[in-house]
């Protein structure tokens, strides 16, 4: 019994840490989602053009640039808060979170693409949404429950 209790408390030490090295880096991509909003509105140009344009060839660029960019104001802040809690939660408890990240962009992107409607995709809702399916998953497979819940409560 007391070796599973200082497993358990390995295990809660290294979810910190992984969190507190993760935060800066929340940090960093939260702020660079309001920086691009910030240049795409002084800038003379619409960055929106480069978001995901399903089944043309140059909306391919979108899969990459979307989740960095956002309609208006409203759209960013929306995108903001779900992002970085669930960031914070991905990173404090995958070794690979960042890996999951980038994944999670082009599968979601790619499948965007294929099947979207035709339109003009920006955002970071399936950002969003497949970091909210992959926590829900990994949760339950790894009997890591509370941070499937909070993705869970994220995703309502």
Not at 21 to 39: D, M, N, P, T
Request: net charge positive.
């Amino acid at each position: 019994m007391l070796e599973t209790n200082e497993i358990n408390q390995a295990d809660e030490r290294n979810s910190l840490d992984r969190l507190k090295l993760g935060g800066k880096q929340i940090l960093i991509f939260a702020a660079s989602l309001w920086l691009i909003f910030l240049a795409d509105k002084i800038l003379p140009m619409d960055f929106n053009r480069w978001g995901v344009i399903p089944r043309e060839w140059n909306g391919l660029w979108g899969i990459a640039c979307s989740p960095f960019l956002h309609a208006n104001l409203g759209h960013l802040v929306s995108n903001t808060v779900p992002l970085v809690i669930l960031l914070a939660l991905l990173l404090s408890t995958q070794d690979r979170g960042w890996e999951i990240v980038v994944g999670i962009i082009l599968l979601g992107g790619l499948l965007l693409w294929i099947f979207g409607r035709s339109a003009v995709h920006v955002g970071a809702s399936s950002l969003i949404y497949g970091i909210i399916a992959f926590l829900i998953v990994a949760g339950f497979r790894q009997k890591r429950i509370v941070p499937a819940v909070v993705a869970a409560l994220v995703g309502f």
